[in-house]
């Protein structure tokens, strides 16, 4: 059975981002999100657009790059199945910070980010536990993030030294 003969609520319970919530929530989450495909290459959405949902990968792999002015636009990170995208506009700001392109065929569950700050506010114990899932996600890319700057910067930080203060609460 393919994924889109598949009850929603059912894909998102395998997804290691919502797999363990109660069966009400994933049956709310569902209702009001949909299953979208995106051909490799294409753009699922841009930085600097506004983006009214929030994505989460079934299928498939998504780059999410970074466009900078005099050094051009930079693959940041790969998502793969159970990653979501586009958390910002949960956290009440549709504007992308990167541009999601589909890297091979893409499945996605799409739910607007109103739908779930919705859920969240009708039940605050919901709300903790999807932003539990987002800070840890989060968390994660910001390491990710932390091991890239570290290999940019690692031939001009052999001569420095550490600089004060320079703990685990840095950005």
Not at 31 to 59: D, M, T
Request: a negative charge.
């Amino acid at each position: 059975m393919s994924n889109s003969d598949r009850p929603l609520a059912n894909i998102l319970g395998q997804l290691s981002f919502s797999a363990g919530l109660p069966d009400r929530v994933l049956q709310q989450l569902a209702e009001g999100a949909v299953v979208e495909k995106h051909p490799p290459g294409s753009i699922v959405f841009r930085e600097g657009s506004l983006n009214p949902n929030f994505y989460l990968v079934i299928r498939g792999r998504a780059a999410l790059e970074m466009c900078v002015p005099a050094r051009g636009c930079r693959r940041l990170l790969v998502l793969g199945p159970g990653d979501m995208m586009a958390w910002s506009a949960i956290l009440g700001s549709a504007r992308m910070t990167a541009t999601a392109v589909a890297l091979d065929e893409l499945e996605l569950v799409v739910a607007p980010a109103e739908h779930v700050e919705r859920i969240c506010e009708a039940d605050h114990d919901v709300g903790y536990l999807l932003m539990q899932r987002i800070a840890s996600a989060l968390a994660k890319r910001l390491l990710a993030t932390r091991l890239q700057l570290m290999d940019v910067y690692s031939h001009d930080s052999q001569d420095q030294p550490a600089a004060a203060g320079s703990g685990d609460d840095g950005p």
